[in-house]
């Protein structure tokens, strides 16, 4: 694993700049991952279509929480149409590192739960972040 990333990892874990709840909120979406034990929560505002403010909260291990704070900060300013959008590939660009299947599930999860509340959906399924 490169350095640098590991310690933006690192960092963003210790440090989340986005960790909370919003109450009230416009779209809330809670899930959990049963092969780590992770489970995020992420609470939108927005203002038409517009992504205006985020927060997540949860617990689990440092990949899961890092790209939940990575996510939320990348989407404020985005519309729900361009989060509907994003994949895979947007979170790893985003955590810089190259992971195996158990550790995608971790680094998915924030993804998942956010494309869920974004469709009104009662559950997430895997093919949200495919
Ligand atoms: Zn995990």
New binding site residues.
């Given amino acids: 694993m490169d350095d640098l990333y590991r310690e933006l990892i690192i960092d963003r874990y210790k440090n989340p700049r986005f960790r909370g709840e919003l109450d009230p909120c416009d779209i809330t979406f809670e899930d959990d991952?049963p092969?780590?034990?992770?489970r995020i929560r992420i609470d939108l505002r927005v203002d038409g279509e517009v992504v205006k403010e985020v927060a997540f909260s949860g617990r689990?291990?440092?990949?899961?929480?890092a790209s939940a704070d990575l996510l939320s900060e990348s989407i404020v300013g985005k519309t729900l149409d361009e989060v509907r959008q994003m994949s895979k590939e947007d979170i790893l660009d985003m955590l810089g590192i190259e992971l195996g299947p158990?550790?995608l599930?971790?680094?998915l999860?924030s993804l998942k739960v956010l494309k869920a509340g974004v469709y009104g959906l009662g559950a997430a399924s895997d093919e949200l972040v495919e």
């Fill in positions: 991952n092969l780590c034990g992770d689990g291990c440092a990949i899961s929480q158990v550790r599930k971790c680094a999860l």
